[in-house]
Nanobody
Framework: VQLQASGGGLVQAGGSLRLSCAAS????????TGWFRQAPGKEREFVAS????????WYADSVKGRFTISRDNAKNTVYLHMNNLQPEDTAVYYC?????WGKGTQVTVSS
């Protein structure tokens, strides 16, 4: 499966973005799908994940209450809705499913 993340960009603190992770080559199937991020000079860290049917979600403490992960299996896409973005959210965001990783999308939050 190939994953394509999109939706990143430059936003001011307090702003919002919606990231998309589209799968091609095959469907997400019954895999969990997650978002990770990597800031400059830091290790890649978990952000959020969602069960294949959307029934359960998990979040890093740093994004709870601000980010929401969702999925539309009919569109083979997983989303990350990010609200109240802060400069510390600046990173390259990656989606992953079934052991596959997509190329990241850059999110930059200015203060």
């Amino acid at each position: 499966v190939q994953l394509q993340a999109s939706g990143g960009g430059l936003v001011q603190a307090g702003g919002s973005l919606r990231l998309s992770c589209a799968a091609s080559g095959r469907t997400f199937g019954r895999w969990f799908t997650g978002w990770f991020r990597q800031a400059p000079g830091k290790e890649r860290e978990f952000v959020a994940s969602i069960k294949w049917n959307g029934g359960s979600t998990w979040y890093a403490d740093s994004v709870k209450g601000r980010f929401t992960i969702s999925r539309d299996n009919a569109k083979n896409t997983v989303y990350l809705h990010m609200n109240n973005l802060q400069p510390e959210d600046t990173a390259v965001y990656y989606c992953t499913t079934g052991g596959h990783w997509g190329k990241g999308t850059q999110v930059t939050v200015s203060s």
